[in-house]
């Protein structure tokens, strides 16, 4: 099946810009991506300083999606879209960086959906969503989107 953005806008009932291309499909892929403010990562990549908590309790992701990240001041939303039963999140982690948002694992392709930035597809497997930081002089500071 062919995901575009306007197949997720329809089945989440979130909208995105105008100047989105709403019949674009959107390409899956099983590496890191960014979308704003956060980044999505395999946990293979991180697993030596990220992890799930021991008993973490997971909650299935809906086919409306769940929010992960709302932009600062109370912006645009992050939103993970998954078919029934394919995909379970957590906030329950341990990241000695402190960007940890949560983890996900998925059975099959899962999507982000983002009203400025479209959308982007996680193949399969399981991934760390992360808060973005970036360097200013001396100073680190988190993205804001």
């Known amino acids: 099946m062919t995901v575009t953005l306007a197949s997720l806008t329809r089945q989440t009932g979130l909208s995105v810009l105008d100047h989105l291309e709403q019949s674009v499909r959107i390409p ?28 973490a309790r997971w909650e299935p992701v809906p086919p409306e999606g769940i929010e992960l990240l709302r932009g600062a001041a109370g912006g645009n939303p992050h939103t993970l ?8 999140w957590t906030r329950r982690v341990s ?24 959308g982007s597809g996680c193949a399969a497997g399981t991934y760390v969503v992360r808060r973005q930081r970036e360097q200013e002089g ?6 804001a989107d």
């Open 81 to 88: 879209v998954a078919e029934p039963g394919t995909c379970r």
């Open 28 to 55: 899956v892929i099983d590496g890191l991506q960014a979308q704003g403010d956060l980044i999505v990562i395999p946990l293979s990549v991180v697993a030596a300083s990220v992890s799930p908590w021991p008993g």
């Open 138 to 143: 001396r100073r680190a500071r988190l993205v």
């Open 95 to 118: 990241d000695s960086s402190g960007l940890a948002i949560g983890v996900f694992t998925a059975t099959a392709p899962v999507y982000l959906l983002h009203p400025e930035h479209g």
